[in-house]
């Protein structure tokens, strides 16, 4: 819904039959939108194109001359951040794709329903009056400060990043610890850039992707015959990796036959290739990492002691997102700018109501599950900028019902005995002390029309105008009945936010 500070919304109506405008028209004004019409796509992009652009555009699919679909191409090509609610009375899978692939906000089908369409008009005008406030959003962050790919100034990131510092002059062994998706790899990776050894070689592995039986091999290589399959000689990743620094990533996950030869690496600095004789001297730097907790392992004997101690030497423990909610508007922008450098999206903003909702989030997937929450919404965005339309709804269900009650909020199952001065004064502005109206209080159970028929008839008793007084309570009961939400409120009594403040403040 626009903010009522504003200007009134505009709404464009595009289509050629004069009694679907008609129609159309009359039900957009009923929310006081202005609105203007006109009868082809070729008139109504003339109309875009002269502007002012209207807030919103309602454009018809089938046409004589130019189709919706084309039209829109064009509207949205003229004006990228221009929303487009098309209308069809064919719900094919071809038009609803299509609609989306050219930029529509929506699609509505023929014939309408004047609630849905009044409510898909204030979700676009919202998502409009959202746009505008992104306007003068500024990144948090250069991207290119951070190549490789660690982002974050929060304390407990600085200290990760002092122990990458002290650890890079040295061969030390390094365990990082943390929850999957806290970025483990690239700390390892940024150890081996900054170490004397990132001229060599820099391996990941794995271990929980590789099965038991094939894990020695993957590491260590093998002789031919050595087992069904191995048809030739091949080297291993120590081998391959030698001079360099091999990343043993869910170490926790290594059978414990493995854990005894990457102990021989670590104590002597040899390998034997499976099936193989010889001894083969490798001069590798080991850093580890796990999510698990190695420590209750060691004690159920289902990870090796001594390798434990060999490789926790200094261990860097990756904190969760959740701790470090203020480095989340930097994550974001890295990934925005991220994808916009590599052709991927076109989306370099980020809404403060979206952000907002990305911050609360509890990320239990960490930085990576943010990192796809953004790709996902950046290809979802219609227009320069994420708002919280387009993040998945599962984030925006999980931060909404884990969002705090309003101290002032009313249960819905006390409305029926809370006297509407009450309630209005617990979830509004306060109001002024009325009598409640006691038949309907005291008879939820009623039918509608015996309500109102009590109601009117308690009412009709008194000298109090009937309609204002029926207003405060319908007004009190929708702000009690939404937990206070204006704009819900609002919507459950089919007016706008700006109409429901004006008539309170009258009431």
């Not at 454009?59 to 829109?72: F, P, W």
């Not at 794709?97 to 919202?126: H, Q, S, T």
């Not at 002691?305 to 930097?330: G, S, T």
């Not at 309630?423 to 005291?442: C, D, T």
Request: proline residues 5%; hydrophobic residues 45%; charged residues 25%.
């Amino acid at each position: 819904m626009s903010d009522p500070n504003t200007k009134t919304p505009t709404i464009l109506v595009i289509d050629d039959d004069a009694e679907i405008r008609y129609s159309l028209s009359r039900v957009l004004s009923s929310r006081h939108y202005a609105v203007i019409e006109a009868p082809s796509g070729e008139q109504g992009i003339a109309l875009v194109k002269k502007g002012p652009a209207p807030d919103l555009v309602f454009l018809d699919v089938r046409m004589g001359g130019m189709s919706g679909i084309e039209a829109l191409q064009h509207i949205r090509s003229a004006n990228p951040k221009q929303l487009v609610v098309l209308m069809t009375a064919f719900g094919t899978a071809q038009t609803a794709i299509e609609a989306m692939k050219y930029g529509a906000f929506d699609y509505v089908m023929k014939p309408f329903d004047p609630a849905k369409v009044l409510a898909l008009a204030e979700n676009a005008l919202k998502a409009h009056a959202d746009m505008r406030a992104v306007s003068d959003y500024k990144p948090t962050i250069n991207a290119d400060d951070y190549r490789e790919g660690i982002v974050g100034s929060s304390a407990v990131m600085q200290d990760v990043f002092k122990v990458i510092g002290q650890v890079t002059a040295s061969d030390v062994t390094v365990m990082i610890t943390g929850e999957s998706g806290t970025g483990k790899e690239l700390v390892a990776r940024s150890i081996w850039k900054h170490s004397h050894r990132s001229a060599k070689p820099f391996i990941a592995v794995n271990c929980a992707a590789i099965p038991d039986n094939l894990i020695e091999s993957e590491l260590f290589g093998h002789e031919k015959g050595s087992f069904t399959g191995a048809t030739g000689q091949r080297l291993g990743k120590f081998e391959l990796c030698d001079g360099g620094s091999i990343f043993l990533d869910e170490i926790g996950d290594m059978a414990l036959a493995t854990q005894t030869k990457i102990l021989r690496v670590l104590q002597q600095g040899e390998i034997q290739r499976v099936g193989g004789t010889d001894t083969i001297r490798v001069d590798v730097r080991i850093i580890a990492a796990t999510n698990k907790d190695l420590e209750q392992m060691v004690k159920a004997k289902t990870f090796r002691e001594d390798l434990y101690y060999r490789l926790n030497v200094v261990r860097i423990k990756m904190p969760p997102l959740r701790e470090r909610e203020d480095d989340i508007p930097q994550i974001v922008d890295f990934c925005l700018q991220t994808l916009v450098k590599q052709k991927k999206s076109r989306v370099s903003k980020v809404s403060p109501e979206a952000m907002a909702v990305l911050v609360r989030h509890t990320w239990p997937g960490n930085v990576r599950e943010l990192e796809n929450v953004i790709y996902r919404s950046a290809v979802i965005a219609q227009g320069d900028a994420i708002l919280v339309k387009d993040l998945p709804v599962e984030i925006r269900g999980a931060v909404e019902s884990s969002a705090p009650v309003p101290a002032a909020a009313v249960p819905l199952s006390e409305v029926a005995t809370e006297t509407p001065a009450a309630v209005v004064a617990a979830v509004a502005a306060p109001a002024p002390a009325v009598p409640p109206v006691a038949a309907v209080a005291a008879a939820p159970a009623l039918t509608l029309a015996a309500a109102l028929d009590a109601a009117f008839a308690e009412l009709a008793a008194t000298e109090e105008a009937i309609l204002p007084r029926l207003e405060r309570e319908f007004i009190a009961r929708a702000l009690a009945a939404e937990g206070g939400d204006e704009a819900k409120a609002a919507k459950r009594l089919g007016l706008t936010k700006a109409a429901l403040q004006k008539r309170a403040k009258e009431a």
